[in-house]
């Protein structure tokens, strides 16, 4: 295999409702969508699902377009390769940058399926014709509305609620959601708002036998996190901190966690997600998918790695209609009665719509060989 081109397009969507985190509040994404053409004319899709800010991680969208445009994407153009781990071995000096890397990485793996004639799920050795999906609910001004956005979530199917807290607004807001609803899978995310300093706060969220805690502390901590774990019964869930297989393995050596948060972005792509899933297999350590607000192309990555039987937990990859009026692909990627399905056309099985791409584009440059 071998590309000959690759296009990269800043594409805009605006979001049905704002999502607000502890950081920021958004009404629209702007994600780097890619497309790879090989010599023979067959074409992949990727996307880098960066933030726009450097508040989740150290790379933003714009950080992506440099990396992509500057090193990863001459490095690879004009090189042969069979393997993914042949194409990202071209680019094995760049550190970090994993959601650059993610977005070119998912287009190659979504253009090799395409040549092998399978789905994107069977590619990666997936199980499941559908995989169970919860949500991952934004900061609500108050109970009663966060209540409500529950109860909407629930009625239609989704098997899991994951809400953000911080401090001030923790084991209050999470007793009154388990007061009401006091058999639903639950979980938290607190996105590093804490330190060992909060441990008796957090050992009160004991009592609401929560799924996991994701991500208490500092966001590059695994140390912190596993005197942290020693005191919780409640699982810790790392997202922010792993960053690759090896991440995994000192993570669940060092006992800073029992359940990891399998993010294709965050890990730099499909590869290397497989293979945190499969440290994590190995020693029975349940994982899912996290979101990251995913426009169809990357949604449709998320789902296919969520069909690997390590993902034992239901993740982030709601329908695409739960942040956007219109998905970038066809069929749209839609969730019924809280499942979505796996497809089994080639690639990623849901095909970028070139006018909506067009219409959305605010910024486009392609790369040649
Ligand atoms: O449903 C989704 O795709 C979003 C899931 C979600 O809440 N992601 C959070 C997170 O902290 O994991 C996030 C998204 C975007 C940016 C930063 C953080």
């Not at 081109?5 to 805009?12: E, G, H, N, S």
């Not at 080639?346 to 959305?360: F, K, M, S, T």
Request: charged share 25%; aromatic share 6%.
């Amino acid at each position: 295999m071998r590309l000959r081109r690759i296009d990269l397009k800043l594409v805009r969507l605006p979001l049905v409702r704002p999502f607000r985190t502890s950081s920021s509040v958004k009404d629209h994404l702007a994600h780097i969508v890619l497309r790879v053409e090989a010599d023979d004319g067959l074409v992949g899709w990727g996307e880098c699902a960066s933030p726009s800010d450097p508040y989740y991680c150290p790379e933003t969208t714009e950080t992506c377009w440099h990396i992509l445009r500057d090193f990863l994407g001459p490095l690879v153009l004009g090189k042969d390769w069979e393997t993914i781990d042949e194409l990202t071995s071209f680019y094995r000096l760049v550190k970090g940058n994993t959601f650059a890397k993610a977005g070119l990485e998912m287009a190659c793996c979504d253009l090799l399926a395409r040549s092998q004639g399978v789905s994107l799920s069977s590619f990666l050795g997936g199980v499941r014709p559908r995989i169970a999906s919860g949500v991952s609910l934004g900061i609500e001004d108050d109970t009663a509305s966060l209540l409500d956005t529950i109860e909407r979530h629930l009625s239609a199917g989704y098997k899991r609620i994951k809400l953000k807290i911080g401090p001030g607004r923790d084991v209050e807001v999470v007793r009154e959601v388990r007061r009401v609803y006091p058999d639903l899978l639950l979980q938290v995310d607190a996105n590093s708002a804490y330190t060992l300093r909060d441990i008796d706060l957090l050992r009160r969220l004991d009592e609401f036998d929560l799924l996991l805690i994701e991500q208490p502390l500092a966001h590059d901590d695994i140390i912190d996190h596993a005197t942290l774990q020693a005191a919780l019964r409640t699982p810790v869930c790392l997202d922010e901190s792993i960053h690759s297989a090896d991440d995994a393995r000192k993570a669940l050596d060092l006992g800073a966690c029992r359940v990891i948060n399998i993010k294709v972005s965050r890990v730099g792509g499909l590869m290397e997600a497989r293979r945190i899933h499969d440290v994590c297999f190995n020693r029975g350590v349940p994982v899912w998918c996290g979101g990251m607000h995913e426009f169809g192309i990357g949604r449709a990555a998320n789902v296919a790695v969520c069909s690997l039987p390590g993902f034992l937990l239901p993740g982030d990859v709601s329908g695409s209609d739960k942040y956007y009026l219109q998905d970038l692909v066809d069929p749209p990627v839609l969730a019924r009665d809280g499942y979505v399905p796996v497809p089994s056309s080639p690639g990623l099985g849901h095909e970028p719509i070139p006018d909506l791409i067009v219409a959305n584009t605010r910024r486009e440059i392609t790369l040649d060989a």
